[in-house]
């Protein structure tokens, strides 16, 4: 079956620019997980949706962060006014419903760089 | 708060030859503990998984990983090194948040495989 999709796979902008990423879980995967993977930060959670809500934005670095779910499906994370050093890759994971025995099936990811 | 320990950041073994990444954790209570690959340029893939059933864990691509409460720890092992085992390995703890669970990653563990 299809797994985790992430778009797009690349994306260069330049500073101050904002940028859009989108995620498709697997169908039928009500907990969605954005994480951020970078050189300096290892891999970081980033913010957690149950369905259409996210009970837990903790991980987001800013406020220029931003991500919203519809549908319980497709994902955006939105990041304003982009940074050099939010360069990193940015990862997508789906579960089924979210427990601590789930295993989190992860996309591709994208890899955004800022100039 | 949950967090894991990957006490080597790169190993290098003959292929051929057995397979020792080492992982330590704390936890407030019994964790779901995790190893994850990731090849170059590609996504996570889940190797096993440890819910607090078996102790001695197996997965996939012949690893397997011992749940060993006494020493916190979660060691990922393999008996023979294949070339195709080359990649960054991360042992995971799955934190709880108000209604669901987060992944915690380790630093990561570069596994280089020689000839």
């Known amino acids: 079956g299809a797994g985790v999709s992430q778009s797009p796979s690349n994306k260069v902008t330049e500073k101050g620019k904002d940028v859009e990423l989108r995620c498709d879980p697997i169908?039928?995967?009500?907990?969605l997980y954005w994480y951020r993977q970078s050189l300096g930060q290892g891999l970081e959670f980033l913010i957690y949706?149950?369905?259409?809500?996210?009970?837990?934005k903790s991980g987001l670095p800013s406020d220029r962060f931003s991500a919203e779910r519809t549908g319980g499906s497709v994902s955006t994370l939105t990041i304003q006014r982009t940074q050099q050093e939010d360069s990193a890759v940015y990862l997508c994971?789906?579960?089924?419903?979210?427990?601590?025995?789930?295993?989190?099936?992860f996309g591709p990811g994208t890899r955004l760089t800022v100039l | 708060a949950q967090s894991v320990t990957q006490l080597d950041s790169h190993v290098s073994v003959s292929e051929g030859t057995p397979v020792l990444l080492r992982c330590n954790y704390s936890?407030?209570?019994?964790?779901?503990l995790f190893w994850y690959v990731q090849h170059p340029n590609k996504g996570l893939q889940l190797l096993l998984k440890y819910t607090s059933a078996a102790t001695l864990v197996k997965g996939i691509n012949g690893f397997e990983a011992e749940f060993k409460k006494s020493e916190t720890s979660f060691h990922l092992t393999k008996p023979s090194a294949h070339m195709s085992d080359a990649a960054e390995y991360f042992c995971v703890v799955s934190q709880m948040m108000d209604s669901s669970y987060k992944l915690i990653f380790g630093s990561g563990t570069r596994l280089l495989v020689r000839p």
């Open positions: 994971a789906s579960s089924s419903q979210g427990f601590s025995t789930d295993t989190q099936y």
């Open positions: 936890s407030s209570y019994s964790p779901s």
């Open positions: 169908s039928g995967h009500t907990a």
């Open positions: 949706f149950q369905g259409n809500s996210a009970p837990d």
